[in-house]
C-alpha cells in the first residue's frame, strides 16, 4: 500500500507561483512514474503533469505548458509541482498520484491518490 500526501496548497494572486509537494510512503517510489492532476468544481478530474521513474522524461497538459513544471526526488519520496504564472482557471483540487500503464493522461492510470489540496487564484 503507498500513502501519498500533498502538501498544503494556497490562495494566490493571478500571476503569482505556487509549489506542491507530494510525499509517498509505502511501495517502491523511485521505482514508479507520478502524475498531478486537477479537479475545479462541476468538472471532471483532468490531467495536468507527469514524470517517469527517473525523472528524465516529463509531458504536460496544453494548458499548463510553459507554466508548471514537475519534478522529483527519489532520494525524498517526493515529486513536486511548480506552477508559475498562475490563471484563476488553475483553481482546483490538484492531487498526485502514482502511474501504473502508459496511458498517462487518464486517472484510471493511476493506481494510488493523494487527499487532494485545494489551490485557489484570484483575479
Known amino acids: 500500500q503507498v500513502l501519498l500526501v500533498e502538501s498544503r496548497g494556497g490562495f494566490v494572486q493571478a500571476g503569482g507561483s505556487l509549489r506542491l509537494s507530494c510525499a509517498a510512503s509505502?511501495?517502491?517510489?523511485?521505482?514508479?512514474?507520478m502524475g498531478w492532476f486537477r479537479q475545479a468544481p462541476g468538472k471532471e478530474r483532468e490531467f495536468v503533469a507527469t514524470i517517469n521513474w527517473s525523472g528524465t522524461t516529463t509531458d504536460y497538459s496544453n494548458s499548463v505548458k510553459g507554466r508548471f513544471t514537475i519534478s522529483r526526488d527519489n532520494a525524498k519520496n517526493t515529486v513536486y509541482l511548480q506552477m508559475n504564472s498562475l490563471k484563476p482557471d488553475d483553481t482546483a483540487v490538484y492531487y498526485c498520484?502514482?502511474?501504473?500503464?502508459?496511458?498517462?493522461?487518464?486517472?484510471?492510470?493511476?493506481?494510488?491518490w493523494g487527499q487532494g489540496t485545494q489551490v485557489t487564484v484570484s483575479s
Open positions: 498520484a502514482q502511474r501504473r500503464g502508459s496511458n498517462y493522461r487518464i486517472p484510471s492510470d493511476y493506481r494510488y
Open positions: 509505502g511501495g517502491y517510489f523511485s521505482m514508479n512514474a
